[in-house]
């Protein structure tokens, strides 16, 4: 499975973008979808997770009610709609595929339950 992110850019806090992230080469599209972020000087960090089937998503706190993640398995893409955005909000965003078995929900903020991943779009938010 291949995953191209894209959508960064630059947006002023209290603003809005939406990242989306297109996913080719997979046999099917029974793949759960996931985004994290990575600050400079900051680990990895896990934003939201979507089931295969577009249901479920869930999030980390820090960006609950702000994000909002969707797909689209016809296009096979999934998107993440991102309001209210603050300066923390700042990193480079990347997108992950998690094939059959599933991670359980324990496990879902962890880069290692993703088997692919896309090459990031940057994000930044100015105050």
């Known amino acids: 499975v291949q995953l191209q992110a894209s959508g960064g850019g630059l947006v002023q806090a209290g603003g809005s973008l939406r990242l989306s992230c297109a996913a080719s080469?997979?046999?099917?599209?029974?793949?759960?979808m996931a985004w994290f972020r990575q600050a400079p000087g900051k680990e990895r960090e896990f934003v939201g997770r979507?089931?295969?089937?577009?249901?479920?998503?869930f999030y980390a706190d820090s960006v609950k009610g702000r994000f909002t993640l969707s797909r689209d398995n016809a296009k096979n893409s999934v998107v993440l709609q991102m309001k209210s955005l603050q300066p923390e909000d700042t990193a480079v965003y990347y997108c992950?595929?998690?094939?059959?078995?599933?991670?359980?929900?324990?496990?879902?903020?962890?880069?290692?339950?993703?088997?692919?991943w896309g090459q990031g779009t940057e994000l930044t938010v100015s105050s």
């Open positions: 979507i089931r295969w089937s577009g249901g479920n998503p």
């Open positions: 080469g997979g046999t099917s599209s029974r793949y759960d």
């Open positions: 992950a595929a998690d094939t059959p078995p599933f991670a359980i929900l324990s496990m879902y903020h962890y880069a290692r339950s993703y088997e692919y």
